[in-house]
């Protein structure tokens, strides 16, 4: 895991605010006052990082969001699918592509969209559970989502929940991914549908309550194992609307009463302490970074401690 490769996904099509396609670039830039940008931060750390630069993503304004739908009344209510579907099998080539070069895949969101990329990708050869640290469930689907945004859907879509079954998405669905090994981390914004979703899957649920009531350290070791057993190697998804709006004031969809900054890097650098003992993260994505909404590119530069936490980086 010397060999990085760093790929960007400026992807907006399965959200509903502008701003976060320049997640990656922000990303990128890191802290407006400190010289180390994201890579050199990562490089500090003995790995080598190749950024290969973005995937292409189309605009909104170019496309139809309801075309190429056709099907049921449900199915229409996914917003820009053909676009997505293109710059998710991309991703997951990337993705695919850099692990059979002998590099880490780290990718730089963009909206969380592009997950179904990133797990089809890693997924395609090796059974991988996954580590989902995010304030919604993303497991709403083409009848179920409020919204038609794609973001509230990955979780949904490679493991082919609800109208995700059908032929035509027969692409989203992640081989070697299954619920029994997939813990979401840190819920406080959960539709009824998604609720329903996870009392009739295997998934493992754990809320801020959780957190509160155990702490970090017991829900992140529990949800380890879980993910783990079985698997050959793990995922990381880390949507920084996770944590506490305070902490990360650039994202999407912020919800009040998230993790705290030094839960944040506990979490990470628990998973880079299991790692070191048992060679088993594969590949890691962070999304839903919006400098727009951002401040001073607050969270972007946040994003790339964090990524350095999971990568091993310690206070002494």
């Excluded at 919604?136 to 493991?159: I, K, Q, R, Y």
């Excluded at 754990?206 to 350290?217: K, L, N, P, Q």
């Amino acid at each position: 895991m010397s060999q990085l490769q760093i790929i960007g996904v400026p992807m907006d099509l399965g959200a509903d605010r502008r701003g976060v396609d320049m997640g990656p670039s922000a990303i990128r830039y890191g802290d407006i006052t400190d010289t180390a940008n994201f890579k050199s931060k990562l490089e500090s750390l003995g790995y080598t990082c190749h950024d290969q630069g973005d995937v292409p993503v189309p605009t909104p304004e170019t496309r139809n969001p309801t075309a190429g739908t056709a099907g049921t009344a449900s199915m229409r209510q996914a917003k820009y699918v053909p676009e997505v579907k293109d710059v998710c099998e991309n991703v997951s080539t990337a993705v695919s592509t850099a692990l059979a070069n002998g590099r880490f895949p780290m990718v730089l969101g963009g909206d969380h969209s592009i997950a179904i990329g990133s797990l089809n990708g890693t997924a395609e050869t090796a059974d991988v559970g996954v580590l989902w640290f995010d304030a919604h469930a993303d497991l709403n689907t083409p009848e179920t989502t409020p919204s038609g945004n794609v973001h509230g859907m990955p979780l949904a879509a490679v493991l082919g929940v609800g109208a995700f079954q059908e032929s035509e998405f027969e692409w989203a669905h992640a081989p070697n991914v299954r619920a029994e090994n997939i813990a979401i981390v840190g819920l406080r914004s959960v539709d009824d549908a998604e609720k329903a979703v996870i009392r009739d899957s295997d998934i493992t649920a754990y809320t801020m309550s959780d957190i509160d009531e155990r702490g970090i350290a017991a829900v992140v070791s529990e949800a380890m194992e879980i993910v783990t057993e079985n698997t050959e190697q793990l995922h990381v998804s880390f949507d920084l609307d996770w944590l506490d709006p305070v902490e990360a004031p650039g994202v999407g969809t912020p919800v009040p009463g998230g993790v705290s900054y030094r839960e944040a890097h506990y979490a990470l650098e628990s998973i880079a302490r299991y790692h070191e003992q048992d060679p088993i993260l594969r590949s890691l994505e962070f999304v839903e970074v919006n400098p727009v909404l951002d401040e001073r590119n607050k969270t972007a530069a946040l994003t790339g401690e964090l990524a350095a936490s999971a990568l091993g980086k310690r206070v002494l």
